[in-house]
């Protein structure tokens, strides 16, 4: 993790579905690598944690990418336990979302964010979800066998967040991707909440980008989904 000083509004619990926060990291600190393309930004996970975990409890993340939630775990005294197809650093093992190296029953919390679509490139695995175009019905049944897996792992009357974003392209259209995986998770998890979070993202600023989205009257992707669930057996 690397040290660097900087100004920033203290971390606070979210109180509407409408989150935001300014910045990528809280704190002094950073969590995840700022270097990493496509991170989650950290007080979204350290939100999700102090609303659905407790001290102790084991948290998942099958997607771990730069290991943003095992860092926050860090912070919060939870065992993070971070899978990837591609492993950024030592502390995340390599296994694919959808045949976790855990037992059934054994997890508290499941946080993922999983690729939206193929517009990053995150490693050569075959394997690897954000190598399918998310108008293709692969992408869908990729996220759901990872939606399975995760149901599968964890304890009964433990929750689950999905964070996503929708896919547009001039080319190939809109994929309503948050509602489509809402859809995934209600065969598994009961409903919890639906929350939008600002994106932040470097290219929503852009000039050029803005005024093509209004001359070509198409929208620019300006929020997440973060989709909540619960697992519970009867
Ligand atoms: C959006 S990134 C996750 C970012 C991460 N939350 C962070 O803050 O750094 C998605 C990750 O999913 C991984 N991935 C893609 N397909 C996968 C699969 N089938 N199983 C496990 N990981 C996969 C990619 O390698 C990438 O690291």
């Excluded at 190598?131 to 049944?141: G, L, R, V």
């Excluded at 967040?161 to 994929?175: H, P, T």
């Amino acid at each position: 993790m690397s040290r660097r000083r900087s100004k920033k509004p203290p971390l606070r619990i979210q109180p509407t579905t409408l989150w935001d926060y300014p910045s990528q990291h809280y704190g002094s600190t950073t969590q995840g690598s700022p270097d990493y393309r496509g991170a989650t930004p950290s007080y979204v996970i350290w939100n999700l944690l102090e609303r659905y975990t407790r001290p102790g409890d084991v948290v998942v993340d099958p997607f771990c990418g730069s290991g943003t939630t095992l860092d926050v775990c860090r912070d919060l005294g939870r065992q993070g336990v971070g899978f990837d197809l591609a492993p950024f650093r030592g502390d995340i093992r390599q296994a694919d979302a959808r045949a976790l190296p855990l037992d059934d029953a054994s997890v508290d919390f499941v946080f993922a964010d999983p690729p939206y679509s193929d517009n990053l490139s995150y490693s050569d695995d075959p394997r690897c979800i954000g190598k399918i175009n998310a108008t293709e019905e692969d992408y869908f049944e990729a996220l759901d066998a990872a939606f399975r897996e995760m149901h599968r792992v964890m304890r009964d009357r433990r929750y689950v967040a999905i964070y996503i974003c929708d896919y547009f392209s001039k080319k190939r259209g809109f994929v309503p991707i948050g509602t489509r995986c809402m859809a995934l998770m209600l065969q598994y998890f009961r409903p919890i909440d639906h929350v939008c979070v600002v994106r932040h993202n470097r290219n929503l600023g852009m000039g050029n980008r803005r005024k093509a989205a209004v001359d070509g009257n198409f929208f620019l992707r300006g929020f997440n989904h973060l989709l909540v669930g619960k697992k519970e057996l009867d």
